[in-house]
C-alpha cells in the first residue's frame, strides 16, 4: 500500500522553508526521500531507519516519527535548485537478506520562485 | 561518482512486439530493481532482484514481463508482447544492500508502444 504524501504541490518564493509529509498505514522500516527533476531519474536524499532519528544534508533535513509512521522533510531556505517532484518511499519489511522494493507516495511538486 | 547505466534511452515499438531494456548497474551493489513512470505520475515498484533471482513483484509484473541477470554486469527487463499502456519511462535502480541504503536510479530508458 503507498504512503501518502502531502501537500501535493507547494509554491514558495525562495528562501522561504516548506515541509512535505508522508505517512504510511503499515509499520515501517525504512523511509527514503528522493527528489525528481523534469525528465531526470529520481535523486536520493536521505534514509530514516525505525527507531525516530532525524537527519540533514544541507538545508535538507528529516524527520521520522516511528509511533505514528510519518516522516517529514524540512526544507530551510530553499534555493531555485530545490524545484522538482518530491517522493517519499517506503519499505516495511526488511528480511535481513530480502530486497523489498520501495513503495513510492504520488510526490509533492515544489515550485520555487525567484 | 558511480552511476547505474541504462540502455536505450529510448524505444518504440509496435504493439505486440518484444522488448528489452538494459541495465547496468553499479558494481558493489548487490539489490536490483525496475520500476516505471507514466508520464506525470508517480513512480511504481515492478520487481527486485537479489541473489540471481527475483524477491518480490508487483501486481504489474505479470507474466509478459521477466528479468535475467545474465552475466556478472547487466540487469534486463523484458516485456513479451508489448501493449500500449506498457508506455512509460522504466528506471533501473540498485542499492548497496537492499533498503536499509539509498537507491541510485539509472536516466530511464523511455519505452512508447504504438
Known amino acids: 500500500q503507498q504512503p501518502v504524501q502531502s501537500p501535493q504541490a507547494v509554491i514558495l518564493r525562495e528562501g522561504e522553508d516548506a515541509v512535505i509529509n508522508c505517512s504510511s498505514s503499515k509499520a515501517l522500516y525504512s523511509v527514503h526521500w528522493y527528489r525528481q527533476k523534469h525528465g531526470e531519474a529520481p535523486v536520493f536524499l536521505m534514509i530514516?531507519?525505525?527507531?525516530?532519528e532525524q537527519k540533514g544534508h544541507e538545508k535538507i533535513s528529516a524527520s521520522f516519527n516511528e509511533k505514528k509512521q510519518q516522516s517529514s522533510l524540512y526544507l530551510t531556505a530553499s534555493q531555485l535548485s530545490y524545484s522538482g517532484t518530491y517522493f517519499c518511499g517506503t519499505a516495511t519489511v526488511y528480511s535481513g537478506g530480502g530486497a523489498d522494493g520501495l513503495t513510492f507516495g504520488k510526490g509533492t511538486h515544489l515550485i520555487i520562485q525567484p | 561518482e558511480p552511476e547505474v547505466t541504462q540502455t536505450p534511452s529510448h524505444q518504440v515499438t509496435q504493439m505486440g512486439q518484444e522488448v528489452i531494456l538494459r541495465c547496468v548497474p553499479i558494481?558493489?551493489?548487490?539489490?536490483f530493481y525496475w520500476y516505471r513512470q507514466i508520464l506525470g505520475q508517480k513512480v511504481e515498484f515492478l520487481v527486485s532482484?537479489?541473489?540471481?533471482?527475483?524477491?518480490?513483484k508487483s501486481e504489474i509484473f505479470d507474466d509478459q514481463f521477466s528479468v535475467e541477470r545474465p552475466d556478472g554486469s547487466n540487469f534486463t527487463l523484458k516485456i513479451r508482447s508489448t501493449k500500449l499502456e506498457d508506455s512509460a519511462m522504466y528506471f533501473c535502480?540498485?542499492?548497496?544492500?537492499?533498503?536499509?541504503?539509498?537507491?541510485?536510479f539509472g536516466s530511464g530508458t523511455r519505452l512508447t508502444v504504438v
Open positions: 532482484f537479489y541473489n540471481n533471482e527475483i524477491s518480490e
Open positions: 535502480a540498485s542499492s548497496e544492500a537492499g533498503p536499509i541504503y539509498g537507491y541510485t
Open positions: 558494481s558493489n551493489h548487490l539489490y
Open positions: 530514516l531507519l525505525k527507531g525516530g
